[in-house]
């Protein structure tokens, strides 16, 4: 056999895109975590996935990935809760042998609000619960990936760090932290096979866009003055989320590593 082809061999593709196990899908009953939970399952991935309040649609979730011959588990969780994270990923692990990707996506309906306007309590808040959540998150899994030789971060961050969009810092600044600590692990956990990237979400026809639509946040200027921005005059759909998440976290990015992929229509640019 020549070199070249024995190369090629060593480079093809395996029939399963992941290991055995499962993805926890962290924020997985809302508009674009269920639409990533769904991804994942139909291309043949186990799924565990998170909700805060709305069991019921949790459980939607978990019927529909189900129904597409996959084992699904869902978990009630606030990720600033420490202990509730760790007793969530040992539930999960257990349900499904071990965990081989965690997705964070849950994320604080942000108020909509300047810089100079944002109360000491805003920050606080959105800190603890989505900077502090991660920590939690990672504090948690990280050791458990090493000990199952390896793993994978997908973080849903935002397209603000492209371009800043005024009155979004509540949600830009925290998921701009999230980052750092992103490329920190893919930098120093590559060596257990551990890796770490984003997805950074434009606007997304779902979950927190549309609340803030239904509340009269976003008007028609605000549209207007957005799409001009764009250079594909349209919003994104969850489940193109969901297909970047699943291309970050598979084998077809074993060489992909501490980068944002921006999924925002070319925001930005």
């Not at 593709?13 to 994942?40: K, R, T, Y």
């Not at 588990?73 to 760790?86: F, K, P, T, W, Y």
């Not at 990707?101 to 909509?112: D, I, R």
Request: a neutral charge.
């Amino acid at each position: 056999m020549s070199p070249t082809m024995s190369l090629a061999t060593s480079l093809a593709p395996s029939d399963s895109l992941f290991p055995s196990g499962a993805v926890l899908v962290i924020g997985g009953s809302g508009g674009v975590g269920s639409a990533v939970a769904l991804e994942f399952a139909r291309v043949g991935c186990d799924v565990a996935l998170t909700y805060l309040r709305r069991e019921g649609r949790a459980q939607e979730v978990a019927d529909a990935i189900r129904a597409l011959g996959r084992r699904a588990s869902i978990h009630q969780l606030s990720i600033g809760d420490a202990a509730a994270v760790e007793s969530v990923v040992t539930a999960a692990a257990a349900e499904h042998g071990r965990l081989h990707t965690v997705v964070v996506g849950a994320g604080t309906l942000a108020t909509q609000v300047l810089l100079a306007e944002m109360t000491r309590e805003q920050w606080h808040a959105i800190t603890r619960e989505d900077l502090d959540g991660f920590f939690n998150v990672m504090q948690s899994t990280l050791h458990r990936f090493r000990a199952w030789g390896g793993g994978s971060y997908v973080h849903l961050g935002s397209a603000g760090h492209l371009a800043w969009p005024e009155r979004d810092g509540m949600s830009v600044a925290p998921k701009a932290a999230i980052e750092a600590l992103i490329t920190g692990i893919a930098r120093e956990e590559g060596r257990h096979g551990i890796r770490a990237n984003s997805v950074l979400l434009g606007v997304i026809e779902a979950g927190m866009f549309l609340e803030l639509s239904r509340q009269g946040v976003f008007g028609e200027e605000w549209v207007r003055e957005v799409r001009k921005g764009l250079a594909l005059k349209r919003w994104g759909q969850p489940e193109e989320i969901g297909h970047a998440a699943v291309f970050l976290a598979s084998n077809r990015a074993a060489y992909v590593t501490g980068q944002r992929l921006a999924v925002a229509g070319g925001y930005g640019l």
